[in-house]
């Protein structure tokens, strides 16, 4: 099992254009997680999706941001006319489904600069 | 409202010498906690939850509901503990992780 995966590991975009990020859950896991990482701070929730569903976005800023966990495909961080402000590690988890599973396991991340 | 918290942002200890990360938290509730870790250019991974009650590594956490505090500690630190530590907690099965800001640990030989 290689683990959440997440690519690109660095993403460079000018102030305009789109960021998408991306993010393969561990196998057999139906639960994913983003994280925001500013710098000096920590790890920040966005959202969690399951297999084509939004389960909570409370974290997701209103404008410009979005995600989706298709049904065959990685999960996509969408992110639309990038500003400085959203330089940050974006993280990923995933975590199997069933109750009592808590534990999350992490992405390496991907550190977005917005020049 | 959620929220964990550790007041120390950077912890030098030398080696062989005893270790506590502090972790306080909010939550109205039975929150789990828990302590990631995440060394150098690796990943963030779990290095232990308060419902296994184990000893991962050397290091031990209790829960103390009373202080609403989770420290870690470890009887003697090695120069391979330096790494960023975060606790975290969740309300309940598959809901997502509220973070501390972290705190580095730095091991000196």
């Known amino acids: 099992n290689a683990g959440v995966m997440q690519n690109p590991r660095h993403l460079v975009r000018r102030r305009g254009q789109e960021a998408r990020l991306r993010c393969s859950p561990m196998k057999g896991h139906s639960h994913v997680y983003w994280y925001r990482q500013l710098p000096e701070e920590g790890l920040k929730f966005m959202v969690y999706?399951?297999?084509?569903?939004?389960?909570?976005e409370s974290g997701m800023p209103k404008e410009r941001f979005s995600a989706e966990f298709p049904k065959e495909g990685p999960s996509i961080l969408r992110i639309q006319q990038v500003v400085r402000g959203d330089s940050a590690a974006y993280f990923c988890a995933s975590s199997p489904p069933g109750v009592g599973n808590t534990e999350a396991f992490f992405g390496q991340g991907t550190r977005l600069t917005v020049v | 409202a959620q929220r964990v918290t550790q007041p120390e942002k950077l912890l030098s200890v030398f080696k062989g010498a005893p270790v506590e990360l502090k972790c306080n938290y909010s939550y109205s509730g039975s929150p789990e906690l828990f302590w990631y870790v995440q060394y150098s250019r690796q990943r963030l991974q779990l290095l232990l939850r308060?419902?296994s009650r184990e000893s991962i590594k050397g290091f031990t956490a209790d829960l103390n509901k009373g202080e609403t505090s989770f420290h870690l500690k470890k009887p003697f630190a090695q120069e391979e503990d330096s790494a960023m530590y975060y606790c975290?907690?969740?309300?309940?099965?598959?809901?997502?992780?509220?973070f501390g800001k972290g705190t580095r640990l730095s091991v000196i030989a």
């Open positions: 999706l399951q297999k084509e569903n939004i389960i909570d």
């Open positions: 308060h419902i």
């Open positions: 975290a907690l969740s309300g309940h099965s598959n809901t997502p992780l509220v």
